[in-house]
């Protein structure tokens, strides 16, 4: 990515639900070292740190890029379907399958209930009054028109 960050680089940005993992070279004191941050967005639709994170320090890096290797032999060597609910998060285990709502764009970000996943604002979803939960429109199903 490579975009300016207050006082680094900014290498790489994932979206998390409505979080976003950030990790940047820095420096402090003429020291380098690697930032992994989650942010958030702030009231002006900003990126902001939060507390949740940690740096890692130039001779740390080896180690950690070597375990990380070896992690992604590993998950490369799984079936597909594994990983796929490795890198998923949680379904809500109480909710009705199949999940049956009004579909709608949704007002705020939240996470799918059916998947465990994050949506945005805007995302189009289906929304169940009772439950008061809502999934991503391809998750769940849209009610039909007469019971609304």
Do not use: W
């Not at 380098?32 to 949740?52: C, V, W």
């Not at 032999?73 to 009004?102: C, H, K, L, N, Y």
Request: proline share 7%; charged share 25%.
């Amino acid at each position: 990515m490579s975009e300016n960050d207050s006082d680094g680089v900014v290498l790489l940005e994932f979206e998390r639900g409505t979080d976003t993992l950030r990790i940047s070279r820095k420096t402090y004191n003429g020291k380098p070292f690697t930032d992994l941050r989650i942010f958030f967005r702030g009231d002006s639709g900003q990126l902001l740190p939060t507390k949740k994170g940690c740096t890692l320090r130039d001779r740390e890096l080896p180690q950690v890029i070597e375990e990380l290797t070896k992690l992604r032999s590993e998950v490369a060597s799984q079936p597909a379907a594994a990983q796929a609910q490795a890198t998923r998060g949680e379904p809500d285990m109480s909710v009705p399958s199949p999940f049956v709502g009004i579909p709608m764009e949704s007002k705020y970000a939240g996470k799918c209930v059916v998947c465990g996943n994050g949506y945005q604002v805007g995302d189009s979803i289906v929304y169940h009054r009772e439950l008061k939960k809502s999934a991503h429109l391809g998750c769940g199903k849209p009610a039909p028109r007469g019971s609304r």
